[in-house]
């Protein structure tokens, strides 16, 4: 009988389990037939027309998902849509463009035997755009025809669940897993036993079981892209490129994670590598391609110094190449963890245990393809470095670890992010000095142990100069989206979403993501650690931890306050505090876990165990009640006043997936003890559903029911590929000319990556002349920094992108043609290409050149002008020259003989007389060296924008404008005096080695 209790308990779990699979909706598979639904819609409209509702099932509005119906010229009538069962992230209303409009009184959702499911007030449904002309009237909405109206709160519409069906299921099932239990018990014994036998292998090997945990958590996090050809760089993404529009298949909804990075910034810098180093044969300091030329190195995200970035660099920036990356990096992440939390707690099966969970946190969905991903794989490897330091038995055997610190703070440096990785930099390494403080209790072998690890730090700084200088430099000279101090914090009430973002998205519309997370293995671990902080806090580590975790906990959880953030250098412009220094305690929680987790594993008195447990259970509660009672509460501000705007309800797969969260959380202590003393399928089983709750929604899948709660990459493509488009457009260069897109039509960024040069891009720092010029232009500018071009605006904005050059346009075949305009068509296949006959050339020399006062004024003369080239000087600017030759008469040369190279533009000009050159490309002064014909030749900015240079005779002139940053040379001088100084302590450490010293000065070292 005892055994059999044994086996039924568990067998009836197991089967509970399926059967709420089976019949949890996103789990289960709908029969639209049998299951269906309506959506009824009470409106009245004036004219007959029709109305398209689409429905977003977690793969964004898509054609499939739609349906339409006929709306009569009627007063008070009902239409309805059949929609199948499903998750519903949204809903969306088109009108029909020929009708007046219509008005919608009520709306609903019935099951096919007409009972109500859910009923939705009409106020509920919101314009899409701006655009769109929505009216409330009383409790109706006036929606005029050609106007989208979106219903974003979720639904979940399933069919209602046949009791006596389920029960049978349950009873099936459960008699079968105690069949299949019964004979795994029998086994049971042998299998633990081999299990510690594998677990002693393990302490042998430590390093390897580490790298084997990690490896296998890895493989099973991406296997959608290991294994079944999904990419983290596609287009259906959410990241259109060329097209505007996405490839044929799934659609991702990434949920707000900023997808679009890497493929308009990163992916094409990987390819003007490339070109730069394989074909130029030049450091690619300067990015040509984008908003009429701009620093690459100087952006901080160049990611040149970064030893996996060559992996792309070498594959000219293959989607393969920068999937490999991707899943390394997240190697590196989890591998850099187990071996930090072995370092901290010197054991083997906590280590590997927090590795393997390290590569499935929320952090990976929040930050899908982000360069961040890059910044987070190097972090733990700085905080390990220290560690090693700290652990060594004496300074000298500490250099390893010092070497390491090196490595690691040059590769986070150069990981692609400038936020992240200079905060994790700061962060980490702060903590890493408090860990050796901390945790060496000898004070002369502290002392040398921080002075190593200074001295690696001071080598460090110095190699890296000619990455940091040169990005304060070009900082220090562009125009930034963070310019403007504007601070971002999570409430302390939502600290349960660090450990499960889903926690944080149930406080934004339509579950969007707001901020990184771990996961609620990590959570049991750092509550642990908190439970048994009397037997803990005599070890330096943890106090280290607890220590340097306090900072970028405040910071990012609003106990410093934002009006102090904002009057402090640097930190101010940091912006996204909340998402920065939540990076940082990511990584400081998982040792912190560590020392938590092998609390809990330890032998140790029952009563005490038990009580560690219920102190763990009530901060759960605790941090429940907060969050809970944070997103239901609202708050009056005044008598009269409005209320707080109101939480968006919460999602039923949330409601489900928490309750899981929390069972699992409170039985996993018990299961994971139960297997270290006697082991029982019970227990085993247990652990397993508790692992698989805490860790599945972190993972990648091809398809699934529940869609929207995991990351589901989509197909990898050929970016690089040549259409026929791209190949007339580049027979059409005749000369170096630039291209837009018309209508989203060419990412701006993306361009780089084609080769094709455009006055935009996706670039963190710009020219502040070219923001200038775009803002007094009217240039729309989307997300703030994207140029938005359309077919029916391009003529008034036509002059100013005739002065930067740009030859030709692309756009989607089958719009109607921009009018009034000059444009002509190259012809139709993929896109369309458009040439302009009226750009200007790249460069050309003038004999008269004009003044300005202001850029509006300049903007004014070139849409007034005759269209001609003309150069022009704001007032002030000594560096030009005064030409007196009339306007009317000026006499334009267009250069010729064009080499270009990734950091340089040569030409050839035969000028008439006395006059200006005038290239347009961006100004950036003091970091160009002109050549007139070999010699040096100051240059000047003209045009607002653009490089000249005074000729004083008439001749035949070969110009070269060569890009180097300032601070370039200095930066070389620093990096070759941090080499030097590592050559010398080497060779000190050499010299100095224990052998060649005398044996009554060996001891101590």
């Not at 202001?854 to 005064?882: C, H, K, L, Y």
Request: with cysteine; aromatic share 10%.
């Amino acid at each position: 009988m005892k055994n059999f209790t044994r086996l039924f308990l568990p067998s009836f779990l197991l089967a509970v389990v399926i059967v709420l699979l089976i019949h949890f909706e996103p789990f289960s598979a709908p029969n639209a037939a049998r299951d269906g639904f309506l959506v009824e819609l009470r409106v009245s409209s004036a004219k007959a027309s029709a109305a398209r509702l689409f429905f977003d099932r977690g793969q964004g509005f898509r054609l499939l998902d739609s349906k339409v119906v006929p709306i009569a010229s009627a007063q008070d009538q009902t239409v309805r849509f059949v929609v199948p069962p499903g998750w519903y992230q949204a809903m969306r209303l088109e009108v029909g463009p020929g009708t007046d409009g219509l008005t919608l009184a009520a709306a609903r959702i019935v099951d096919l035997a007409g009972q109500e499911r859910s009923r939705m007030s009409p106020l509920q449904f919101q314009a899409q755009l701006a655009t769109d002309r929505v009216e409330q009237q009383a409790e109706t909405l006036r929606i005029a025809g050609g106007a989208t109206v979106i219903f974003q709160p979720p639904l979940v519409l399933a069919p209602p669940i046949a009791w006596s069906e389920s029960l049978l299921q349950l009873i099936l099932i459960a008699a079968l897993s105690v069949l299949v239990l019964w004979r795994m018990e029998a086994r049971l014994d042998e299998f633990f036993l081999r299990a510690r036998r594998l677990a002693d292998g393990m302490q042998a090997r430590p390093i390897l079981t580490i790298f084997l945990a990690a490896a296998g958590a890895v493989i099973v996090a991406c296997h959608p892209v290991i294994f079944l050809g999904k990419s983290y760089v596609s287009p259906n993404n959410r990241a259109p490129t060329l097209s505007g529009e996405f490839d044929a298949g799934p659609i991702e909804d990434p949920k707000g994670s900023d997808t679009g990075a890497v493929m308009w910034a990163h992916l094409p810098y990987s390819v003007v590598q490339h070109r730069a180093i394989f074909q130029d044969h030049e450091w690619p300091l300067w990015n040509r391609f984008n908003t009429c030329g701009a620093p690459l190195l100087g952006q901080g995200q160049s990611m040149l110094g970064d030893p996996l970035h060559w992996l792309a660099i070498a594959a000219a920036g293959a989607p393969w190449a920068w999937d490999a990356k991707f899943v390394l990096s997240r190697l590196l992440f989890a591998f850099g963890v187990g071996l930090l939390v072995r370092a901290a707690t010197g054991r083997v099966a906590v280590a590997a245990l927090l590795g393997a969970s390290a590569a499935f946190i929320g952090f990976f969905a929040y930050r899908l393809n982000h360069p961040a991903c890059f910044s987070l794989g190097y972090a733990p490897w700085i905080l390990l470095a220290w560690w090693q330091i700290a652990r060594a038995p004496g300074w000298r055997a500490g250099v390893p670890g010092a070497a390491l610190l090196l490595a690691a703070n040059w590769c986070e440096l150069n990981s692609g992010t400038a936020k992240e990785a200079a905060m994790l930099l700061i962060g980490l390494n702060a903590t890493g000095f408090l860990v050796v403080a901390f945790l060496d209790r000898a004070a002369g072998q502290r002392a040398r142990k921080l002075v190593l690890g200074t001295v690696s730090g001071l080598i460090f700084v110095l190699l890296s100069a000619p990455c940091w200088l040169v990005f304060l430099d070009a900082l220090s000279r562009a125009y930034t989206f963070y310019g403007k101090p504007v601070t971002y914090q999570i409430s302390p009430a939502l600290l349960l979403g660090f450990f499960d973002d889903l926690f944080y998205r149930q406080t934004a519309p339509s579950e969007l993501h707001s901020n990184p997370a771990a996961n609620f293995f990590v959570l049991l671990g750092v509550l642990w650690a908190i439970a048994a902080a009397s037997r803990l806090r005599g070890e330096g580590g943890y106090r280290a931890l607890l220590l340097g975790a306090l900072p970028p906990f405040a910071l990012a959880f609003g106990l410093v306050p934002a009006s102090l953030i904002e009057r402090l250098p640097f930190l101010r412009n940091i912006s996204h505090i909340d998402n920065t220094f939540s990076c940082v305690l990511i990584v400081l929680m998982f040792p912190l876990a560590g020392f938590g987790l092998r609390a809990c594993f330890d032998e140790m008195v029952e009563a005490k165990w038990r009580r560690e447990w219920r102190v763990v259970l009530m901060l759960v509660a605790v941090l429940a009640a907060l969050f809970f009672g944070h997103t239901q509460a609202h708050a009056r501000v005044a008598a009269g006043s409005a209320q707080l705007g109101e939480f968006p309800a919460k999602s039923v797969f949330f409601c489900g997936y928490a309750a899981a969260l929390f069972v699992a959380l409170g039985l996993l202590p018990w299961a994971l003890r139960s297997l270290g003393r006697r082991p029982t399928i019970g227990a085993c089983l247990v652990a397993a559903l508790a692992l698989a709750a805490l860790h599945f929604r972190h993972g990648m899948y091809g398809e699934t029911k529940f869609d929207a709660y995991v990351v589901n990459p989509q197909e990898r493509i050929d970016l690089l590929e040549t259409t026929s488009a791209i190949a007339a457009l580049r027979r059409a260069q005749t000369e170096p000319g630039r291209v837009l897109g018309i209508r989203g039509v060419l990412a701006p960024g993306f361009n780089a990556a084609l080769g094709l040069e455009t006055p935009a891009s996706a670039d963190a720092l710009i020219s502040p002349y070219w923001r200038e010029i775009v803002e007094a232009a009217g240039v729309p500018l989307v997300w703030g920094w994207r140029v938005a071009v359309a077919k029916e605006n391009l003529p008034a904005q036509q002059p100013l992108f005739d002065l930067m050059n740009v030859r030709h346009y692309l756009a989607v075949p089958g719009e109607p043609p921009p009018t009034p305009s000059s444009l002509r068509s190259l012809g139709a296949a993929d896109l369309e290409v458009l040439t302009s006959p009226t750009a200007w050339p790249r460069a050309f020399f003038t004999d008269s050149v004009q003044r300005y006062g202001t850029v509006q004024d300049f903007i004014q003369r070139v849409r007034n002008g005759d269209g001609r080239p003309f150069a022009a000087v704001v007032e002030g600017e000594s560096a030009a020259p005064v030409l007196a030759a009339e306007l009317s008469a000026r006499q334009i040369v267009s250069a010729t003989d064009y080499r270009l190279t990734n950091n340089s533009t040569e030409f050839t000009v035969d000028a008439p007389g006395a006059g200006v050159v005038v290239l347009s490309e961006a100004y950036e002064a003091g970091c160009f060296r002109v050549l007139v014909n070999g010699r040096s030749t100051p240059s000047f900015r003209a045009n607002h924008l653009f490089q000249a240079v005074a000729l004083s005779t008439a001749g035949r002139y070969v110009i070269r404008f060569s890009y180097e940053p300032a601070g370039w040379s200095t930066s070389l001088w620093l990096a070759g005096l941090g080499g030097g100084l590592l050559l010398g302590a080497l060779a000190g450490l050499l010299w100095t080695s224990p052998k060649r010293m005398p044996p009554n000065m060996r001891s101590g070292t």
